[in-house]
Every structure is written in C-alpha cells, then in structure tokens.
Nanobody, 132 residues
Framework: QVQVVESGGGLVQAGGSLRLSCTVS????????MGWFRQAPGKEREGVSA????????YYADSVKGRFTISRDNAKNTLYLQMNSLKPEDTAMYYC?????????????????????????WGKGTLVTISS
C-alpha cells in the first residue's frame, strides 16, 4: 500500500521560511517523479514544483520561482520543498504527489504556471498560512 505523507506546514509571517517534507512508502521511490501542488481557499489546485531524477532539474511555477526550491533524497524516500520569502498569497494547503517517471509530463500553462500530468498517488496535505 502506497502512503504519501506531508509535514512541515505551519503559520509564519510574511518574509519567513518553511521547509515541507513528503515521505513516501510502498513504491520504488527512484522510479517516480514527484511534485508539490497547492490549493488556496476558493481556488483550484495548482502545480507549484516538480522534479524527476534526483539530480535532475526542478520545474517551478513563475509565482514561486526564485523563492522555492524542490529537492529529493532517494535514500530517504523523501521529497522537500524549501520555501523562502513567503508571501500571504502562498497561503494554501500543500500536497505532495508521485507519478511514474515514464508517465509524468510537466507543461507550462498560459499564466506561466505548471501543469503536471500523470500523478498517481497523493498525500492529504499540510497547511501553510502566511500572515501579513
């Protein structure tokens, strides 16, 4: 049984930092692309960042580029999202997801976000709240 568990959310002031973690079990982590998504109240879920191979490039929505960094530790089956210079508009539930490397496709949306297709397994989310 695959389990995807996020942690690290919380309440911070604008300008602060948080590091989200996502631990995955029940699958061969190395064979999966990973991604972070978020959903703010009243809005649709959006792609935040995605990563393929451990040493591969990260993909980012323009709204977080330069502030967020995605990384993965395959030895620990864990995905991270370092979030710096946080803004109130980053407030959302953040979700982690996994999809087969051979299936996942990342594309740029018209508003310079990212769309990540092919994710099979999702966590329940961790809440990030940024106060102004």
């Amino acid at each position: 049984q695959v389990q995807v568990v996020e942690s690290g959310g919380g309440l911070v002031q604008a300008g602060g930092s948080l590091r989200l973690s996502c631990t995955v079990s029940g699958l061969t982590f190395d064979d999966y692309a990973m991604g972070w998504f978020r959903q703010a109240p009243g809005k649709e879920r959006e792609g935040v960042s995605a990563i393929g191979w451990s040493s591969g490039r990260g993909y980012y929505a323009d709204s977080v580029k330069g502030r967020f960094t995605i990384s993965r530790d395959n030895a620990k089956n864990t995905l991270y999202l370092q979030m710096n210079s946080l803004k109130p508009e980053d407030t959302a539930m953040y979700y982690c997801a996994a999809g087969p490397l051979s299936v996942v496709v990342v594309t740029t949306t018209p508003d310079n976000g990212i769309r990540v297709d092919g994710m099979d397994y999702w966590g329940k989310g961790t809440l990030v709240t940024i106060s102004s």
